[in-house]
């Protein structure tokens, strides 16, 4: 065989590399990766951690609910929220990075070689030779770079990164305002259907109690048969209309729970509806003018495209500063173990000087590009202005319309109970008929849901008006991110909105709340 091998040279090279390329393909398929679904323990285990990590570390509600502990609750457990501290977060950590790459380069490096014989070298006749190595040399260095050019257009990506971060944080000013609208207005409407499911059982009660005498009454042939079904149909069209209106409020109760990241079933009272504030009439001072200067000031869309905009004019300057030729400075220590060399430390610096002439070709294009984006960005910043005018305008008729809506309704239902009064009286002395008595319980109940409805509607479209100018619900200092703390803050705002007084909260500052509170409920999301 061996003799064969070497008789054959060229047969038995192309033997190996097929064996060769078996080898590798049987590594390869060996490490080839196949999709992996998770196993079923694994998906619980998933669930489980979830669903404990969704309502762990909360604070219990230890009694009734208030409008300012409910919207403090949405603000610190709200996923929505946290979500937008995070990316926040994650913000300001790149805008760290972008300030650390302005640093400049330092590499330390060593590394090892060895050679199996030494690096000999002929003279000119070939008569003899020459080592200029150790088999063995370890060779180390350590070098600082600086390119001028990089370091300046890595200043500009470092300033758009801390453009990018404020409107990160507009961002979140956002959702807090569309977390405190959602919730002011489920709050009321659950604290309408919490005070309306307890007037509805005994209306309930008596409903079915005079169908099923009704059925009876059809069923044994008492009176005359059409005018039973008549009734019978009646009080079933009520009860129908009653068990929708009892399934849409226990809706809106759920959704309060959501907003304020608690379990749908939990067991929770509202406060507004035990003692209900029908007295609390909110109070609208500012002109329409005024709002909507402050909502030019304040919007957080309009924010964010003023920063986007400077954003946009770095992106020009960095245009025209690529066709600069670019200067880089080295310096460097090195060391070698190599004992042929004379000197085995040594100091070195270069000052180099390069000049991409493509970038010459390329930046009149790329200058248009940033022209284009910053009239894009100019015109879609008035486009936005003309949409924060045209929504204050809009919250604003809004409000006035709910607010006279429920002025209507409150005097409807004020008349519902009387009447409703007046038949049950006239019942009791047999002047009336159970009909008609239940038929009058019934309208003065839902005038009742309706006027609680509409006062519900009117402090979401109070709350929405200030939601369209921007307001902060919190002052520039909160001591703590306690439910408590939060709960007494927002409360505080509140009760100078509905007195009519908007100066504090509706000039924003740049930094909202208190930094490390701030740090506080950012590390909270994190957990």
Not at 4 to 19: C, I, M
Not at 36 to 56: G, I, Q
Not at 75 to 89: I, P, S
Not at 266 to 274: E, L, N
């Amino acid at each position: 065989m061996v003799y064969r091998a070497l008789k054959f040279p060229g047969t038995f090279r192309k033997w190996r590399n097929v064996a060769v390329a078996l080898t590798a393909a049987a590594v390869l398929s060996a490490c080839a990766v196949a999709p992996e679904p998770l196993t079923v323990s694994e998906n619980n285990a998933r669930v489980e951690n979830d669903l404990k990590r969704l309502f762990e570390k909360q604070e219990k509600i230890t009694g009734p609910l208030t409008l300012e502990e409910a919207i403090a609750r949405a603000l610190k457990y709200n996923l929505d929220h946290r979500l937008k501290l995070m990316e926040e977060a994650v913000a300001m950590g790149q805008l760290d990075v972008a300030n650390v790459n302005l640093l400049p380069d330092v590499v330390a490096s060593s590394g090892w070689t060895q050679r199996s014989r030494s690096d000999s070298t002929y003279n000119e006749s070939k008569t003899s030779t020459s080592t200029s190595s150790d088999k063995k040399v370890r060779d180390s260095d350590l070098t600082v770079s600086w390119n001028v050019l990089d370091f300046a257009i890595g200043y500009m990506r470092a300033h758009q990164q801390a453009d990018m971060a404020l409107i990160v944080k507009e961002r979140r000013r956002q959702v807090i305002h569309n977390v405190i609208n959602d919730t002011r207005s489920a709050y009321w409407r659950a604290a309408a259907a919490e005070r309306a499911l307890v007037q509805f059982k005994p209306v309930l009660e008596k409903v079915r109690t005079a169908l099923s005498r009704s059925e009876t009454q059809v069923r044994e042939r008492v009176g005359a048969p059409l005018d039973a079904l008549t009734y019978q149909e009646d009080l079933l069209l009520t009860l129908r209309e009653l068990e929708t209106r009892q399934r849409q409020l226990v809706e809106a109760r759920t959704e309060l729970a959501v907003l304020m990241n608690i379990h749908p079933d939990s067991d929770f009272t509202v406060a507004a509806a035990v003692e209900p504030e029908t007295g609390s009439m909110p109070v609208l001072s500012m002109s329409a003018e005024e709002l909507e200067l402050e909502a030019l000031k304040n919007r957080s869309e309009l924010r964010s495209e003023a920063y986007q905009l400077r954003i946009n004019q770095q992106d020009a300057k960095i245009a025209i500063l690529q066709m600069v030729p670019g200067l880089n400075f080295s310096a460097g220590i090195n060391h070698t173990t190599d004992s042929y060399k004379v000197n085995s430390d040594w100091y070195e610096g270069s000052l180099d000087l390069s000049w991409n002439l493509m970038q010459l070709f390329k930046a009149p294009a790329n200058m248009r590009l940033a022209d284009s984006q910053i009239e894009l960005s100019e015109v879609r910043r008035l486009a936005l202005s003309m949409a924060v005018i045209s929504q204050v305008n809009i919250a604003q008729l809004r409000f006035a319309f709910a607010k006279r809506d429920y002025e209507l309704t409150d005097r409807i239902a004020s008349v519902q109970d009387q009447i409703s009064e007046t038949v049950n009286a006239s019942q009791s002395a047999n002047a009336v008929g159970e009909g008609q008595a239940i038929r009058a319980d019934v309208r003065a109940l839902l005038s009742n849901l309706q006027r609680d409805m509409a006062y519900a509607d009117m402090q979401a479209s109070y709350g929405r008006l200030f939601a369209s100018i921007g307001a902060d619900p919190f002052p520039n200092d909160i001591p703590d991110d306690s439910v408590d703390t939060l709960a007494q803050t927002v409360g505080d705002v509140l009760s100078r909105w509905n007195r009519g007084d908007y100066d504090a909260p509706v000039t924003v500052a740049e930094d909202v709340g208190d930094p490390a509170s701030e740090n506080e409920m950012k590390q909270a999301a994190v957990q």
